[in-house]
């Protein structure tokens, strides 16, 4: 498997920090291996991702200061390997399909 990063600018993405501990309270769904972005597909009510106002929808981009290559099984050993805070970087729903520079 090989990635390609770009040094990019995502200007409609924000950064969500939760605080807390696994499980964070949020599922995924997609990546390159099926052939789709990653996307929060649940959040729990009380967790830690709702606390952190994660949304249905929002497409997953970065995690702990990694930006994702696009593989859902990347993406989770980032979050599994996180102890007490997980910083993600999201592409809110709303902006989806805006150019990133």
């Known amino acids: 498997f090989t990635c390609t990063f770009y040094f990019v600018t995502f200007h409609h993405s924000k950064k969500v920090l939760l605080k807390g501990k696994a499980p964070w309270g949020f599922t995924l769904r997609g990546g390159t291996e099926h052939k789709e972005p990653l996307v929060i597909t ?26 994702l290559c696009g593989s859902r099984q990347e993406a989770i050993t980032l979050v599994k390997s996180s102890h007490r805070t997980l910083s993600l970087l999201i592409k809110p729903e709303s902006c989806q399909g805006l150019k990133s520079h």
């Open 42 to 67: 649940k959040v729990e009510s009380g967790s830690a991702a709702a606390g952190g106002r994660l949304q249905v929808g929002d497409e997953l981009v970065g995690v702990n200061s990694v930006i």
